[in-house]
């Protein structure tokens, strides 16, 4: 690794640079990340897991606010930047996870960990040495003594002043340890890290580092991590990844999940250059992005119809009118009972005429007889969005496969008849590529492929 000093021959003009992303799930990948399993996975239990992340959710939205509160975000004065920075990004339930993993150096020297990308959170920590109760992770521990860089934040910084809206919890002042900043992530499945405030050199690639870059030292992590290090919250707060990097590169991302299925992985790409036509069939298609006071760190959009088989549902247009998240956190799209029950019946009546309907498997209530390798024809469904957006899906995006030899319709009920919401998961986004431009308030979907 380059010494410090030499970030600054870093090109001035347009640079970029592209990470990986998995899904955990996936096939084998060169990190071996399957090996390090003592019991096997069970998909129903990933998604039941995944279950307790969308009553969070739905709780935080409902209790604090109305859909009338949604309005067009906007960032005004942000610098236009020329570089971005690409990540691969790999699926994860290979580190006992449904959502998407990648690798970020951090310390001097570099040591890389494998973390868990996140959409719906604001911070960053990974599991550190000493650690007082640490689940069993891919890497070996990160040890703050061994870089050069580290240091810990104090509770007088502002940092440390940010971590309440960042973590939901207030920060505690360790005066044992020279008023050190402790801060407790809590998260929607009732999964928590608690640790030290930190800072230290983050490397994304050779010359693309962040001096100074803040999260958290986890000693005691406990929940539905599986073996992954940490996670990586790339929300709209000032204490996310994106917003650390966003003075150099610009205040945007883009991504693409990959399949479960043997293939390329996909990347994550940060920076305004990121907005760039992605080598996909289609360009980017906008809709507006919106916030909601009740959680003014995520992205919100707005669903406006939804056809099966080139047919709109039979619902009204006041039934899309509710909260709704993109988040690659949670794993099937949840829709208002109304408008899943439409949905529902619409796929169903379709597909029953070529293929034998199986009983529910977990959450998933609308299962046939097969697999996804042996259903050639399925009918397409198209999400559509305020604007020009939507997103066409086909086959691998409208069904999930179960248990063997079952599959069923990718998609589930918010729940509640009342004070409804909606989420925009993670498997309705694979293969596509999902731009946020946070400085012009808008979302853009451009099919193709994670190439």
Known sequence: MLPKKQTHLLPRKQSSIRLDIYHAHGPATSHNLTSKHKTPIFFSDVLLRNEERVKALHSRLV?????SSLVASKKAGVPTKLKSISIPLNPALSIG???????????TPTKYYTMILDTGSSFCWLQCRPCISCHTQVDPLFDPSKSKTYKTLSCHT????SVKDATFNNPLCDAKSSNACEYTASYGDNSQSQGYLSQ?????????TLPGFVYGCGKSN??????????VGLARHQLSMLSQLSPKYGFAFSYCLPTVSPGRGGFL????????????????????????????????????AITVAGRRLEVSPASYRVPTVMD?????????ESVYTALRKAFVNVMSKRYAQAPAYSILDACFKGSLHNMPVVPEIQMIFRGAANLTLKTPNVLIDGVKGITCLAFASSGSTTNQIAIIGNHQQQTFSVAYDVSNSRIGFAAGGCH
């Open 328 to 336: 690659t956190g949670t794993i099937i799209t949840r829709l208002p």
């Open 222 to 231: 406990l929940g539905m991590f599986g073996t992954s290090d940490g996670i």
């Open 97 to 107: 996870s449904g959502n998407y993993y990648m690798k970020i150096g951090l310390g």
């Open 63 to 67: 209790n604090k606010s109305s859909f």
């Open 200 to 208: 230290d050199l983050l490397t994304l690639a050779p010359f693309q």
């Open 269 to 304: 790409s940060i920076g305004n250059l990121s907005l760039a036509v992605p080598n996909f069939s289609t360009a980017y298609k906008f809709t507006p992005m919106l916030s909601d006071s009740a959680a003014p760190n995520l992205y919100f959009l707005r669903l406006t």
């Open 158 to 161: 502002s940092q440390c002043s």
